[in-house]
Structure formats: C-alpha cells, structure tokens
C-alpha cells in the first residue's frame, strides 16, 4: 500500500512537472496534480485497453505508433474530468498533450523502476 501511495505522489510531481514545462498545460496546485495522477492511473486501467482494442486495426497499419494517440487522448480525458487541470484548447493543443502523455509515459516507467518492490 505504501508503495502505491508513493508511486502516486512521485506521478502527481511529475505532472506538476510537465505542466511547468508547457504553458498549455496548468494545474492548480500539488492536491490537483496528485488527484489527476489517481484519476489518469484509473482511465489508463478501465477505458485506455477499450481503446486500445477498438483501435487495433490503426495501431497495425500506423506500426504501433497510434499507441501514442491513445495517450493524448486518455491525458486529454483526465484534465477534462478534473477541475484545476486544464490542457488548453482541445484539440489545437494536441501535439502539446502528446509530448505531454509521452514524458508521463517515461516518467511512469522510471518511477516504476526507481521505488522499490515490497517483498512477500
């Protein structure tokens, strides 16, 4: 449990990070980043596979690059269901969210290395 909580807060700094880096990108405060961290985590767990299923045929012509698309589009989601998150005009500032869900990706997957496993 630990473990996620810190997994969660670790995101949420990370959020907060992307959003310093572009001005599209705003969040309200450290509470908003770490609540849109959770929320991100659920639509990446419940609607990003029904995505990625309906989508399989663009995802085999495009080489798996459509994968980064699904990204935006569940980084989009989450700054739409939150308030104090906010992404900028959608979608004028899409190539913004896809840099953006990409660095989250990374960001994901380093943190996911860096914490420690819980043994047992």
């Avoid at 995802?59 to 980064?68: A, E, I, K």
């Avoid at 739409?80 to 899409?94: A, K, L, Q």
Wanted: no cysteine.
């Amino acid at each position: 449990m630990i473990r996620w909580v810190i997994k969660l807060i670790l995101n949420g700094a990370a959020l907060l990070m992307i959003s310093q880096w572009f001005e599209s990108i705003t969040i309200s405060s450290f509470g908003v980043a770490v609540w849109a961290a959770f929320i991100l985590g659920v639509v990446n767990t419940i609607i990003r596979p029904i995505l990625l299923f309906f989508s399989l045929p663009l995802h085999l012509l495009t080489l798996g690059l459509f994968w980064f698309v699904i990204n935006a589009l569940t980084f989009a989601l989450t700054a739409y269901m939150i308030n104090g998150f906010e992404v900028g005009n959608w979608p004028d500032s899409f190539w913004t969210v896809l840099m953006a869900a990409a660095l989250m990706s990374l960001f994901g997957w380093i943190i996911e290395g860096v914490v420690p496993k819980q043994k047992g």
